[in-house]
């Protein structure tokens, strides 16, 4: 590979720093939309025209091409020198340029920077360089390696506040400098550039038109996703939402397997275009998936979701493109959702080195109120699905695992500090079997929670069960023992007769305290159908 046909060319490689912090910085949903669009076009179609109208020649062909279908592309086409710039790859927040030089390259970036200094302010990004010297690889390994050193430089340690006495955003306690169209004070530019992304119902901006026109397949005749977080339909007086987080598994080792495995330029080329397309085009299709087994069930769900307006779509995606997902729905509906998305995930393949390899995922669903500070909600569906991969890593463990979370009112504490302090007996037995892998242990949390919601047990008896746990084996045992001079029965599972499991009281644990905890916060998305109806029925057009 020391011969390579791009010597003296410049690899640049775009990322974002503190990328979570721009998109959740606000507890507005309109701005946290608005932010994800930002960082989708312009690390996409943003960048693209920015460059073109620069003045520089652009070819996105071969990229283009892996976007539309990467298992019908070949390594044989080398790249068009006789272009200014080539588009590696873009999407999911990321972007890898091939410039005819070091200066082409920084001069469409300076071109890119202005325009999202002028349409995306707070939005950090970084690029890293690096010349071809031997290989397109080891320029790509040098380009990345100058990327993280950017990330981790200054200034992107903190935001730069006011100095002076300033008005503050009511979103983002930024300096203020705008005044809302909304009736809501004074807010920051980066806040009034993200809700102008949105626009209202009746003027949808770019990141409405853009969703819409993405998943025009699933929606229905003037149907739209929603905007404000109270609209997405709970109960009346005690709404609550789930926002989940998803994260592809082992998705940073794939991608060194891919640099790593490419044994001349074309391959290279070949191989991280594909990876890179794949992965976009399984995570896009699993969202279509859960979207479209949403939107079969929403007929017969009609008589549970209190929706104020039965054109908006109950479940709100706000960050998606890439091996991650994060959406927002009734909270009711978040654990069938995820665990759908994650079965989803795991039916595909992505490229690697060529091949079709399988990948799962994991996940994390926070139930929080509706009121409840959306930033903050967003950090513990992100804690969630962190904990579940550090679980699978302890235990040297594979596949797709979901984790969740009931947070109340006021909760401040981590996941982690909640649980320590929270889920243990009083005779100090784990009280929770969290995270479960999907489906197989999923399928086992959901049949007893479905039991439990059955006319069997009344409401007050099972919920007498989930205090009763919590002192610990014994009190169980004397609990279960009088349920069943009732005629009721703990439901099925290995462990009904007694409620825990077997083994040195420390390490005892019961799979009934999960799905009791969860009996308000489940609703079961593909319900069967009702007398007269089919259970996939479409919602009819206008």
């Known amino acids: ?188 530019q980066s806040a009034a550039s993200k809700r102008k992304q949105v626009g209202s119902e009746r003027e949808p901006g770019a990141a409405q038109k853009d969703i819409r026109r993405e998943f025009r397949s699933v929606l229905q005749k003037g149907q739209n996703f929603a905007i404000e977080l109270d609209k997405l339909g709970g109960r009346k007086g005690e709404s609550h939402i789930a926002v989940v987080h998803a994260d592809g598994n082992g998705m940073g080792k794939h991608l060194i397997d891919v640099v790593n495995s490419a044994e001349d330029d074309a391959e290279f080329l070949h191989h991280i275009r594909a990876f890179s397309a794949s992965v976009s085009r399984l995570s896009q299709s699993a969202l279509q998936e859960t979207l479209q087994y949403l939107q079969k069930a929403l007929l017969n769900l009609k008589g549970d979701l209190s929706l104020e307006d039965e054109k908006i779509f109950p479940l709100r995606p706000i960050v998606y493109g890439g091996d991650d997902l994060t959406f927002v729905c009734d909270g009711r509906l978040g654990f069938d959702l995820a665990a759908f998305y994650l079965k989803a995930f795991s039916k595909g393949k992505i490229k690697v080195r060529g091949k079709d390899e399988s990948v799962d995922a994991c996940a994390g669903v926070a139930i929080v109120p509706t009121k409840f500070p959306f930033a903050r909600a967003y950090h513990f569906a992100e804690e969630l699905c962190g904990l579940t991969k550090s679980y699978l890593r302890q235990k040297s463990l594979t596949g797709s695992w979901l984790d969740f979370q009931i947070i109340q009112e006021g909760a401040t504490r981590s996941i982690s500090a909640l649980r320590a302090a929270q889920y243990r007996s009083f005779e100090g037995q784990t009280l929770h079997q969290r995270p479960y892998q999907v489906p197989e242990k999923w399928d086992d949390f959901v049949a007893i929670l479905k039991e439990f919601q059955s006319q069997q047990w009344p409401r007050s008896r099972a919920k007498g069960l989930l205090q009763i746990l919590t002192r610990g084996p014994v009190e169980t045992q004397h609990f279960i023992e009088d349920a069943q001079r009732r005629d009721l ?54």
């Open 1 to 188: 590979m020391s011969n390579s046909l791009y010597m003296r060319q410049c690899i640049a490689v775009f990322g974002t720093a503190s990328l979570q912090r721009y998109v959740f910085q606000s507890n507005r949903l309109k701005e946290n939309i608005g932010a994800s669009y930002l960082v989708k076009y312009w690390l996409d179609e943003g960048l693209l025209e920015a460059i073109k109208r620069s003045g520089r020649k652009v070819d996105t062909t071969a990229w283009d091409e892996y976007k539309a279908d990467p298992s019908m592309c070949r390594p044989e086409k080398p790249v068009d020198t006789s272009k200014d710039v080539n588009f590696i790859y873009v999407g999911g927040g990321n972007a890898a340029l091939l410039c005819k030089n070091r200066k082409i390259a920084k001069e469409a970036v300076k071109a890119w920077s202005r325009k999202l200094l002028e349409n995306a302010p707070g939005l950090r990004v970084v690029v890293g360089y690096a010349d071809v010297e031997s290989s397109l690889t080891e320029a790509y390994r040098s380009a990345l390696g100058n990327l993280s050193q950017c990330e981790e430089a200054l200034p992107f340690g903190d935001t730069l506040y006011g100095l002076p006495v300033v008005r503050t955003c009511t979103t983002t306690g930024l300096p203020a400098s705008v005044n809302s169209q909304e009736g809501d004070g004074w807010i920051s």
């Open 489 to 542: 029965k703990l439901p099925s599972s290995e462990v009904s007769e007694t409620g825990w499991t077997g083994g040195d009281p420390p390490d005892r644990t019961t799979p009934y305290f999960d799905p009791l905890e969860a009996l308000d916060f489940y609703l079961e998305v593909k319900k069967p159908a009702k007398d007269g109806e089919s259970a996939g029925k479409e919602i009819k057009n206008d």
